[in-house]
C-alpha cells in the first residue's frame, strides 16, 4: 500500500516525503549523471520518486500492480526491494540515448530503476519492461541480454495490447525491411479507377544487418548497453523479441529458465545454436523472412500507418500532381475527396485507406501547400 504523504517515517533509513522547502521550490540531489525527483512515497515494493507528490503516487500504485503482474508471469523472480525514479519530459542530456527510456541497475549494481517519459510510450509498458529486468533473480543470468530485453517487452506486451502491437510492427519493420522480406507500397487512384502502384520501398535505408547472430545475441550486460544506440544494439532489441516471443510460444518460459540455469553452471550463455533451434529459426535470411507474416495484421499496419505513411506524404503529393496537373487548382481536401490513398503492407496483404488517417491528412495538406500553396483541408471528409 502507498504509505500517505503526510506521514513521516523516521528511525527505518529512508524516510517519506522530500518536496519541503518553503517556497515550494525542490531540492534535487545528483546521482551519477541524473538529478533525483524531488518527491517521494514508500509503496510496498520500495521507494517511488517523481516530479510531483501526485504523480508519485499514482507511480507507487501503478508499481504496486506491475510488480505482482510480473512476478505471477515470470518464474524465478527475487523479492528485492526497487527505489523507481519517474523522470517526466527529460532533455536529451539528461536521457542517454543508449538507455532509451529506461535504466535497471541491478546484479550488484544496485536496485535503482530510473524511467524516463515522453510523448512516444506510456508510463505503464516501460515500468512492466523495466520491472521485469529488476525482477529476475541469479537464474537467468545465463540469458544474452538481446533475449532479456525482448522477454521485458514481450511481458510488457501482456501487459499492454498497445506495446505488443508496437513491438510485432517493430519486428516486421527492422527485421523485415534489412532482410527483404518486407515490402510497403503506397497506391493512389480516383474512386473510379484501379489503384496505381506509384510508391514501392522498404521503411528505413540499411543499417547493415547480416544476421551477426554470434556478435548481436550474445553480447554481454555492458557489451550491449555500449551498443544500445548503433545498429548492433537496436537490432538486437529486435532480434530478442523475435526469439523470446517464438521460445515463448513454443517451449514456454520454464523451458527458456532451465537453459539459462544450464549455462550458469558453466558460466555462460545459452547458445545461439540453442536459441534458434527452440524457435524454429536458422541463421539464413530467409528464415527469419518467412515468419513475419506472425507479427503483422491490421493492427500493425496501422500501427504503420500512423507512423511511416505521413512520411511519405512528400512524395505523394508530387505523384499526384505529376499524374493529373489539374489537380493544382484543388485544396488538400478535395485531393483527399477525389483520390484514394492506400498502404499496403507485404507479406501480410493488409491494406489501410490513408484518407482516413489524421496523421497522413495534415501530413498531406502540409506537403501539398509547399507545392501548391492551396492549403484548406476543408472539403476532405
Sequence with gaps: ???????????????????????????????????????????????????????????????????????????????????????????????????????????????????????????ESVLVHEAVHHLLDSGWDGVP??????????????????????????????????????????????????????????????????????????????????????????????????VFSRLANRVGMDAVRQASLAACQSNGLISVEWLLAHSDLDETAASWNAVLGEFLGLPEVDYFAQSIAPVQAESLARIALAWDQSLGHMTAGDVLDKHTFEMEISPCGERVRLNDEAPFKEAFERAWTAATGSSSLAGSR
Excluded: K
Design 145 to 242: 541480454q538481446a533475449v532479456e530485453e525482448g522477454m521485458a517487452s514481450w511481458v510488457a506486451g501482456c501487459w499492454d495490447e498497445a506495446t505488443a502491437i508496437r513491438c510485432r510492427a517493430e519486428v516486421a519493420e527492422i527485421v523485415g525491411a534489412h532482410l527483404g522480406g518486407l515490402t510497403v507500397r503506397f497506391r493512389m487512384g480516383a474512386s473510379s479507377a484501379v489503384a496505381i502502384e506509384q510508391v514501392r520501398g522498404s521503411v528505413a535505408g540499411p543499417i547493415g544487418l547480416d544476421l551477426p547472430l554470434e556478435r548481436i545475441l550474445l553480447l554481454d550486460n555492458v557489451a550491449f548497453r555500449q551498443s544500445s544506440s548503433s545498429s548492433d544494439g537496436m537490432v538486437g532489441h529486435v532480434l530478442g523479441y523475435l
Design 1 to 123: 500500500m502507498v504509505r500517505p504523504a503526510h506521514a513521516h517515517f523516521l528511525g527505518g533509513g529512508l524516510a517519506l516525503v522530500l518536496a519541503v522547502l518553503s517556497h515550494g521550490c525542490r531540492s534535487t540531489e545528483e546521482l551519477g549523471s541524473f538529478h533525483q525527483p524531488a518527491f517521494g512515497v514508500e509503496s510496498a515494493y520500495g521507494w517511488v520518486r517523481a516530479e510531483s507528490l501526485d504523480r508519485a503516487e499514482e507511480y507507487a500504485r501503478l508499481w504496486e500492480a506491475v510488480v505482482p503482474f510480473v512476478q505471477g508471469m515470470v518464474p524465478g523472480t527475487r523479492a528485492a526491494p526497487s527505489e523507481l525514479w519517474v523522470i517526466e519530459d527529460p532533455s536529451p542530456a539528461n536521457r542517454p540515448v543508449a538507455w532509451h527510456r529506461g535504466r535497471t541497475e541491478r546484479r550488484g549494481e544496485g536496485n535503482r530503476i530510473t524511467v524516463f517519459l515522453d510523448s512516444f510510450r506510456g508510463v
